[in-house]
């Protein structure tokens, strides 16, 4: 505890009953040294604040798009599963550029309208997930996992005419959901590493497509913080909305428990204010 009222780092939560609370709403949060001061956070910045935390940005963006992603596989698999499993399977393709620079944000987009268009003249909608992934050399390729059902055979998108622009390669999924969800988050952490190429200006990291407005509604509120979600209950539509979370439904507003202050390139902070 500081005297600014502050309790700052992981080992805050250490020990306290609400630790899994605190750290599921305040994603990407880091130990720090207990000391504010050193790091530009002054009680004219945060004053009256019990609980702070420094915000790792890269890691808050990668737990919210593996949030993503998990979460809409499990549901489009949970899904399927209602409808009879066997009947269903699925199968990754990655698409891969011949050129370092031939990307194009159409690209994707006009590869899932023909794998759409496929679908539909055989009367079924398909599922699908993605991320993306920057190779060494620079070029960007995508990681797909598409539900099918089994009596089909996905054509090779680089042969049919589907992704024109370099390679594909189609494999069976091995591990079930879990093995869904492991290989796309594989390839998400990858894409986001420091280590790697960044990726095009305009080029998305994920996506996930083919859920019914109650899938969608529910991945809402899976995503949101487990303070929100316990407020505003099971069947709530939750929707970040400014300076805090709204039930579409019922029009209740939350407002947020936490606030930020930016004390520098690359020091930004969170933090709860004193009751």
């Known amino acids: ?160 005419g589907w992704w024109p622009h370099g390679s594909t390669e189609t494999d069976r999924v091995k591990g079930g959901t879990s093995g869904v969800i492991g290989y796309l988050c594989k390839y998400l952490s990858k894409g986001l590493s420091v280590d790697s190429p960044a990726l095009p200006k305009g080029a998305r990291c994920f996506g996930a497509a083919g859920h019914p407005p109650e899938e969608r509604r529910e991945l809402r509120y899976r995503l949101a913080p487990f303070w929100v979600r316990d407020a505003l209950g099971t069947w709530a539509d939750i929707r970040k909305s400014k300076g805090g979370w709204l039930d579409r439904q019922s029009g209740e507003f939350l407002r947020s428990l936490w606030r930020v202050h930016f004390g520098g390139p690359g020091c930004i902070w969170a933090y709860q204010l004193a009751a």
């Open 1 to 160: 505890m500081s005297a600014d009222g502050i309790v700052l780092g992981g080992e805050a939560l250490r020990g306290r009953p609400d630790a899994r609370s605190a750290a599921g709403r305040s994603p990407g949060l880091v130990p720090t040294i207990n000391n504010p001061h050193a790091l530009g956070i002054t009680s004219s910045g945060v004053y009256g604040a019990k609980l702070a935390f420094q915000i790792d940005l890269a890691a808050a963006r990668l737990k919210r798009m593996r949030g993503r992603v998990e979460h809409s596989v499990r549901l489009a698999a949970a899904h399927l599963s209602r409808v009879g499993a066997g009947r269903w399977r699925p199968l990754f393709q990655t698409l891969t550029y011949r050129e370092v620079d031939g990307w194009s944000a159409e690209h994707l987009t006009e590869y899932f309208h023909r794998v759409r268009q496929w679908a539909a003249r055989r009367d079924f909608k398909v599922r699908y997930a993605w991320v993306a992934e920057t190779q060494k050399r620079g070029a960007i390729h995508y990681h797909v996992v598409l539900w099918v059902p089994s009596r089909y055979f996905l054509p090779k998108p680089d042969l049919c």
